[in-house]
Each structure stands twice: as structure tokens, then as C-alpha cells.
């Protein structure tokens, strides 16, 4: 089977995750210090919906990836290292969207987030070992912030649970709680980190992608 180049595709698609992430996080923090809570599910499922289908999208990439393992075999294990994470991000995607559609909390989409953004960390130390790719460290780097936005994704669909669809749907919120947390600072410091988690993905993803863009278009395969 012919190698079938399909890396900056996947870039793309990663860029345009953190974008979606990052906007709709603020809009949903900004209708949430308002108060209007209605207003800020409808604007989280709104970007959830998006994140299904960017999700979707990347999951089908992956998935025939997985099938077909489409990278000469000298080069095997790029097979693993490329489309296992990438599979799972799909998962950790499509299924936010579908609990905030059907009203379900979404703290357990968060914990397989964490679990899985620990794997992509260790996929990408190993392969700094490794010296896989032209570019070790910068995938390396690329693969431990986006593991690090699905680790803090956690402690994010907890507080989305409590204090966004909490007020407005009471059985979402893992415990009975308040409409505003009794500890902001708490909640505005694991908030805020996973915001900057986001950002420093979607620059590591650029970053990558102009280099993968520029070498890849100029030899495809």
C-alpha cells in the first residue's frame, strides 16, 4: 500500500481543536461572571458540538490509520505513535458533545481525559527516547501540551458541572453545591492553567504544522 500523507490534515484539525476549545471556554466564563447560566450551557453546547465534529473528523483519520497502518512498515511504529492518540482525542471529543446534549455530566468524559492525556505524555516521552520523527523534541513538546489540556480537561468538566449546567440542571453537578464555589481562587487557578494548557497546544500544533506544512507540500509522497 502506498504511504499516504495525511500529517498536516491531522495539524490542521489539532489547530482547530484548541481554537474551539479556547473560544468557547471564554464565552461560556463570561456569560458564567454575568450570571446568565442559560445562556452559557447554550453557548458550551454549542462549542461541544463543534468539538463532535472536529472529533469525528479526526476519529475517522484515525481510526483507518489503525486499520490500515498506512506508513511503510520500516517505519511502523509511527503508526501507533501518530494514530493511538489521535483515536483517543476522538473519543475524549465526540463524547463531550454527546453528554452535554443529553444533559449528562460531564466530569466522566473529563476523568478518561486525564487518563488518556497521561498516555499521550508517555507516547511522546517514548518516542523522544526514541528519536522518532525529524523533529524529537518539538513532537515531544507537542505531545505533552496536549496531554496536559486533557489532564487539566478534569478538574475543567468539574466545574462546568457545578457551576455552568449545575444551576440550571441540578442532577449534572457530581454533589449538591452552591451556584458559585466556595473557593474561587481554586477554581479560577485550575481554570485558568488549563486555559493557558490550551494555548501553549494550539502553538505547539502551529508551530509544528508550519514546519510539517512547508517539508511535506514541497515532497508528498
Do not use: N
Amino acid at each position: 500500500m502506498a504511504f499516504i500523507d495525511d500529517l498536516t490534515l491531522i495539524l490542521d484539525l489539532l489547530v482547530l481543536v484548541t481554537v474551539v476549545v479556547f473560544y468557547t471556554a471564554f464565552t461560556v466564563f463570561v456569560q458564567y461572571r454575568r450570571k446568565d447560566h442559560e445562556r452559557a450551557v447554550s453557548h458550551l453546547k454549542g462549542g461541544a458540538s463543534m468539538l463532535a465534529l472536529l472529533g469525528g473528523g479526526i476519529g475517522l483519520v484515525a481510526l483507518w490509520g489503525e486499520l490500515t497502518w498506512p506508513i511503510p512498515v520500516a517505519f511502523g511504529s509511527y503508526d501507533l505513535f501518530f494514530f493511538d492518540p489521535l483515536f483517543m482525542l476522538s473519543i475524549i471529543l465526540i463524547g463531550f458533545g454527546f453528554v452535554l446534549y443529553r444533559g449528562l455530566p460531564t466530569h466522566f468524559v473529563g476523568i478518561v481525559a486525564a487518563v488518556a492525556g497521561s498516555g499521550i505524555i508517555y507516547y511522546g516521552a517514548r518516542a523522544y527516547q526514541l528519536g522518532l520523527t525529524e523533529d524529537p523534541l518539538e513532537t515531544f513538546l507537542l505531545y505533552l501540551a496536549f496531554g496536559g489540556v486533557a489532564i487539566l480537561a478534569y478538574p475543567a468538566t468539574l466545574f462546568v458541572d457545578w457551576f455552568i449546567t449545575g444551576p440550571v440542571d441540578p442532577k449534572t453537578a457530581p454533589l449538591p453545591s452552591p451556584p458559585s464555589p466556595a473557593y474561587p481562587w481554586l477554581w479560577r487557578t485550575l481554570v485558568g492553567l488549563f486555559l493557558i494548557a490550551v494555548v501553549l497546544a494550539g502553538i505547539a500544533a502551529v508551530a509544528y504544522g508550519f514546519t510539517a506544512a512547508w517539508a511535506h507540500l514541497a515532497s508528498p509522497p
